[in-house]
């Protein structure tokens, strides 16, 4: 039987349903239950693919190719389970599934209204696909009072009703304000937000509360008092210093075995949370530290790279190192002088991006590591700006460029207009849309025997996830190889260069893809564990 719950936030945005979602089903998961989370984001985009990543963030991109929310990477990070495009769905993919069905004529004539229309398409989704899943955790994006989240917490009503609940659990994530003149935290704005949440018909089963200092134990029992909740049900969610302890802290507040008792769950086995113990050990008792300049767009807002980022900390669990970032805009890389703030780094890594802006930046911090040797880790975009910073300065290629930034003299990068997928054949124009078009998801890669990556992966075919309009031309291959930029991966066709790395030099990899969406902290990828490592060897050298 399948149990549901359902995450909501209150007072302000930002508190960490992702993470109190990914820690609970890390929790369940931990006790021997299958889990599978999911995303309902209130926003009329059908999807995050075309929206800007300095307001929403990065898009995390799943195995069959959805373009979803950030959020997805944090499930798959703390609980291993790959996330589907069936795990986020918008409010543009549920009306745009309803008036479809209305022009097909599915409703036999009827108006067609939020409810029940809207309600049932959100219904449809929540149930889907998971018939051998114990507990389907459901995060509701966006804060209660959002008039764009009103038919999602209606669906979820309505849903709760239909099950019973038994089978249905209701979460509320609420921040507790600590108001120095006052000299304490303040209840009031939770429960204002019980209060909105209960005027839409749904009681909170349980209370996760944001603060920066310990729960009173008076504090504790008004908001249980006035929010109908049983104390223990109210649970302190305190800052931390690494989001992997917010696992081991939930656990230690009882906050799963409320969820337990809520479903009348009294048999469950004791959570196995060896392995996040072992990490937290790695994470706060290091041997060393190393750090890496990240060279890109959108570093004004941080969330744009999450999972790069978190695959950097990965790596350094790898290697039982400290990992400072350096985050460095790439335009600054167009100014005289510039390049000295690369001077002291152990690694560079240019991230993906789109567009004309910092590209520039990004060829010179390829330039930058390759000429004094420090390792370089290019990734989708910055992949390509180091095969173009070869093909300028090793192999000649002066009028070398991307097409992605208008028509070139020497498309060593150009668009990407078809490509196999198992074995049917995807075509797109530059004419096409951009939401959706992009080559997305998991595609093989054949590792050249005898590469530096051949040796990383330990393996002769890899699945790597994709997101991008641009490749690298194979018609440069001879020329490229022959400056020393060699072609370590493949796509199975041969047709579409995957992966290069520099001949002799310590560790200089592009990739296509996006390693950092399948990286795990108790699995790290193995080319950010080998990048930290390289790092590791170059900061022993300086």
């Not at 696992?247 to 479903?263: A, E, W």
């Not at 590792?447 to 990556?453: A, W």
């Not at 041969?494 to 950092?516: K, N, R, Y």
Request: aromatic fraction near 8%; hydrophobic fraction near 35%.
């Amino acid at each position: 039987m399948t149990r549901f719950i359902f995450i909501t936030g209150g007072v302000v945005s930002s508190l960490g349903k992702g993470l109190a979602s990914a820690s609970l089903g890390a929790l369940l998961q931990a006790r021997g239950y299958k889990v599978r989370l999911r995303k309902l984001d209130p926003y009329i985009n059908v999807d995050p693919g075309t929206m800007s990543p300095t307001q929403h963030g990065e898009v995390f991109v799943t195995d069959d190719g959805a373009e979803t929310d950030l959020d997805l990477g944090h499930y798959e990070r703390f609980t291993g389970v790959p996330s589907r495009q069936a795990d986020n769905v918008t409010t543009g993919r549920i009306y745009s599934t309803v008036i479809a069905r209305e022009r097909h004529g599915d409703y036999l004539g009827a108006t067609v209204q939020v409810i029940p229309h809207v309600t049932d398409a959100i219904k449809e989704f929540i149930a889907a696909d998971c018939d051998d899943t114990d507990f389907v955790l459901c995060e509701i994006g966006g804060t209660v009072g959002d008039i764009e989240g009103l038919p999602f917490l209606e669906g979820i009503r309505q849903f709760g009703n239909e099950v019973g609940r038994d089978r249905a659990m209701y979460i509320h994530l609420t921040l507790l304000p600590y108001i120095p003149t006052a000299g304490e935290l303040k209840t009031k704005p939770t429960q204002h937000s019980v209060k909105e949440l209960l005027s839409l018909g749904i009681q909170p089963d349980a209370l996760l509360c944001r603060s920066d200092r310990p729960l009173p134990p008076e504090e504790r029992r008004k908001i249980a008092q006035f929010c109908n909740v049983q104390g223990d049900a109210v649970i302190e969610g305190l800052d931390v210093d690494t989001i992997y302890q917010v696992p081991i802290s939930y656990h230690q507040q009882g906050f799963d075995q409320v969820v337990l008792r809520h479903f009348g769950i009294d048999d469950a086995p004791e959570p196995d949370l060896t392995r996040w113990f072992e990490i937290l050990e790695r994470i706060r008792k290091p041997e060393g530290e190393v750090r890496i300049a990240v060279v890109g767009k959108y570093t004004n807002l941080l969330d744009a790279y999450k999972s790069l980022s978190e695959a950097l900390t990965h790596g350094g669990i790898a290697n039982n190192v400290k990992v400072e970032l350096d985050w460095i805009e790439s335009e600054i890389f167009e100014q005289d002088g510039a390049l000295e703030k690369l001077e002291d780094v152990n690694g560079i890594l240019v991230p993906g991006g789109f567009g004309e802006r910092g590209a520039e930046g990004k060829v010179e911090a390829a330039r930058f590591a390759r000429e004094h040797k420090v390792p370089y880790f290019g990734i989708c975009f910055g992949m390509q700006m180091a095969v173009i910073e070869v093909a300028r300065n090793l192999a000649g290629i002066k009028g070398a460029g991307s097409t992605e930034f208008g028509p070139a003299k020497e498309p060593v990068v150009g668009l990407l207009t078809e490509w196999l997928r198992g074995e049917e054949l995807e075509r797109r124009t530059s004419e096409d849309n951009l939401g959706g078009t992009m080559r997305l998801g998991a595609y093989e890669c054949n590792v050249v025997p005898g590469s530096k990556v051949a040796e990383i992966y330990g393996a002769k075919t890899v699945f790597e996830r994709h997101r991008h309009r641009y490749e690298v031309n194979i018609n440069y291959r001879d020329q490229l190889e022959q400056a020393g930029l060699k072609v370590a991966g493949l796509s199975p066709d041969g047709g579409l260069p995957e992966i290069v790395e520099l001949a002799g030099h310590p560790w200089f990899i592009g990739v296509q893809f996006h390693p950092e969406l399948k990286s795990k902290p108790f699995e790290p990828h193995p080319l950010f564990s080998s990048f930290v490592g390289a790092a590791v060897h170059q900061s022993r050298l300086v």
